[in-house]
């Protein structure tokens, strides 16, 4: 029995779909192509010098029994994602879902950071969302139908010290995200993002003990999420029970930025 099934009917079913989503090796975003494929959606992600990881994602994809291919792509080179995505429709044929996650950190003050840490950020986590809307905008307006998810952060709603950098490409993905609900409504395309909260991904078990132990303190629900909370959140976003909300930024973040 697949995940969502009520009364004998998969409520969140993908199958027939493509979905592209960058950053998909590891992280929030395998677990997003993971959960696709579970819904049976044919699968074409993205990584950027990380083929070890991408290799062993692919593999357990195509054991979910769905169409898979990993892209080596930089999503902050304009004319890369172009070249790229052109590849994906060929190989997929049609794309009905876009998953914006590829996301870098370069934690500093102000004070510390350089120009190249606050350009490095907003050029893969902002203008890389960008660029996969960009190369996907006229296929979407012609089959007048699509799905795009933007992976933001609760950051972009509230700030945060040491990521001015970070805050500002998520901040700036919300209102990308508004921007294109508006442009595409009339289409039949959505246009979402989800913020999540303190989610336990390798770069949060990285962080030192206090501070992990002062963001935990700082949720009401007094745990971290799991990545499946925002891959969840994507599958509801993704299917057609999701065919009216557009415009949305919704928080997974056990309460944390109320």
Same mark, same amino acid.
């Given at each position: 029995m697949r @995940?969502?099934?009520? *009364?004998? *009917?998969?409520?969140?079913?993908?199958t027939g779909k493509t979905a592209v989503i960058t950053?998909?090796? *590891?992280?929030?975003?395998? =677990?997003? =192509?993971?959960?696709?494929?579970?819904?049976?959606?044919?699968?074409?992600? @993205?990584h950027f010098n990380d083929s070890e990881n991408a290799a062993a994602t692919a593999a357990e994809l195509? =054991?979910?029994g769905v169409k898979v291919k990993a892209y080596e792509c930089n999503v902050a080179?304009?004319?890369?994602?172009?070249?790229?995505? =052109?590849?994906? @429709?060929?190989?997929?044929g049609e794309v009905q879902i876009l998953v914006n996650n590829a996301g870098i950190v370069k934690d500093k003050l102000i004070l510390a950071m350089t120009e190249a840490d606050f350009d490095a950020v907003i050029s893969v986590n902002l203008k890389g969302a960008f660029n996969m809307t960009k190369a996907l905008y006229q296929h979407f307006m012609k089959k007048r139908r699509g799905r795009i998810i933007n992976i933001s952060s609760i950051v972009g709603l509230n700030g945060n010290a040491g990521q001015a950098n970070y805050a500002s490409a998520k901040a700036g993905m919300i209102a990308l995200t508004k921007s294109v609900?508006?442009? @595409?409504?009339? *289409?039949?395309?959505?246009a979402n993002a989800i913020a999540p909260g303190f989610i336990k991904t390798d770069m949060t078990d990285g962080m030192p003990e206090k501070a992990r132990e002062a963001a935990l303190a700082a949720i009401p629900m007094k745990r971290a999420g799991m990545v499946d909370d925002i891959a969840n959140t994507a599958v509801f976003l993704a299917s057609d029970e999701a065919s009216y909300v557009t415009g949305e930024v919704i928080r997974v973040d056990g309460g944390m930025a109320m």
């Open positions: @995940l969502y099934e009520h *009364r004998g *009917r998969n409520m969140f079913e993908l950053g998909a090796s *590891r992280g929030i975003g395998k =677990a997003i =192509a993971m959960k696709f494929a579970e819904q049976g959606a044919d699968i074409a992600f @993205l195509e =054991a979910k080179d304009f004319e890369a994602v172009q070249q790229t995505v =052109a590849e994906v @429709l060929n190989d997929f609900a508006k442009e @595409l409504g009339s *289409r039949n395309v959505t």
